[in-house]
C-alpha cells in the first residue's frame, strides 16, 4: 500500500485544536496531539498555529481514553511515545530508500501501542482493563495517511466541496449499520449501543486490525479529527457549515467544540481541524 511521493509542492498546514470535558462529565478522557518530525527529533506543537510542509512530517491525533480514572492520560502518553520513537525511524528508512510502506509502519504503530497499553493494564490495579481509540493523521508532502481505531473519527472536507467525507470507519455495531444502509444519521445517533466498541487499543482485546488509508490534499483541504461526543451534538452538514464559516475571534476547532456542547454536551469534547494552505 505504499504511495510515491509527488513532487515536493510549496503548502503549508495550518491547525487548530480544543477539548472541552463538557458540563456532565468530572474528567476529560479525550485528547488530542499535534507533533512535528523529522529524521532526528520531534516537537510538539500548540494547539493552534501554522508551518510549511516539505522539510518536515507531521502527526495529528485524538484519542478517546476509558476504562479508568485517568485511563485517557495515560493512554495519550503511551500512543505519543510510540508515535515519537516509530515515525521518525521510518522517516530516516525513507531518507535512505527503505521505506517500509506508510501502512506498515501505521500497523506497527497500532500494534505496538496496543501491547504497551494491555501491559500497563495488567500491571497497574487502577488502570486494568483500560483502553482507547485513536485516529491519527500523517502528512507528508503532498499525501495525508491516516491510521483509525475506535468510534473517534476523521473527516475530510476538500476545497470548494459541500459534502464531508468521513475517512474512517466506526468500530461499532452501530457504524456497520449506518454504513450498510440500514439505518440513517438520525437513528444512529440515538441508537442505544452507539458507544458499544469492537475495536479498541488495550483492555481484553487480542488482535489489533487498524483502518488504514491516503490521501492526496491540495490547498483548501480541511481534515477535522474528532472524539464521538463532538458528533452527539453535530450532524454531518452542520460540520461543513461551521467549517466553511470564518469564526469571528474563534478558530474552527473552538466553534465546533461549542457548538457541540450547546447541542449535546453529553460527553467529552474534542476536535482537531487541519487545513492546507
Known amino acids: ?41 520531534c516537537h510538539y506543537l500548540g494547539k493552534l498555529g501554522d508551518s510549511p510542509t516539505g522539510e518536515r512530517d507531521y502527526v495529528f491525533a485524538v484519542s478517546d481514553g476509558m476504562g479508568g480514572a485517568k485511563a485517557g492520560e495515560h493512554a495519550s502518553r503511551i500512543a505519543v511515545q510510540k508515535i515519537m520513537s516509530l515515525l521518525p525511524r521510518a522517516y530516516r528508512q525513507s531518507a535512505v530508500g527503505m521505506n517500509p510502506g506508510f501502512a506498515d509502519v501505521l500497523q506497527e504503530l497500532f500494534v505496538e501501542t496496543h501491547e504497551a497499553l494491555a501491559l500497563h493494564g495488567r500491571s497497574y490495579e487502577e488502570c486494568r482493563g483500560m483502553e482507547t481509540t485513536l485516529s491519527l493523521c500523517w502528512f507528508t508532502p503532498g499525501w495525508m495517511y491516516f491510521g483509525h481505531i475506535g468510534d473517534s473519527r476523521i473527516y475530510y472536507l476538500p476545497a470548494g466541496a459541500n459534502t464531508i467525507k468521513q475517512l474512517s470507519q466506526d468500530d461499532t455495531h452501530v457504524g456497520w449499520l449506518l454504513r450498510n444502509g440500514k439505518i440513517n444519521e438520525r437513528e444512529a445517533r440515538n441508537h442505544p449501543r ?51 464559516a470564518a469564526p469571528a475571534g474563534r478558530t474552527l476547532a473552538d466553534r465546533l467544540v461549542e457548538e457541540s456542547l450547546a447541542l449535546s454536551g453529553r460527553d467529552n469534547t474534542t476536535a482537531l481541524v487541519v487545513g492546507v494552505l
Open 1 to 41: 500500500m505504499d504511495l510515491p511521493h509527488p513532487a515536493p509542492a510549496h503548502k503549508a498546514l495550518q491547525w487548530s485544536g480544543r477539548t472541552d470535558c463538557g458540563p456532565f462529565r468530572k474528567n476529560n478522557e479525550d485528547s488530542f496531539l499535534a507533533l512535528q518530525f523529522d529524521a532526528r527529533e
Open 194 to 244: 452507539r458507544k458499544v466498541l469492537q475495536k479498541s487499543l488495550g483492555g481484553t482485546n487480542q488482535f489489533v486490525e487498524p483502518q488504514v488509508g491516503a490521501v492526496a490534499y491540495e490547498p483548501g483541504d480541511l481534515f477535522l479529527l474528532c472524539s464521538d461526543g463532538l458528533v452527539e451534538g453535530l450532524y454531518d452538514d452542520q460540520l461543513v457549515e461551521f467549517l466553511r
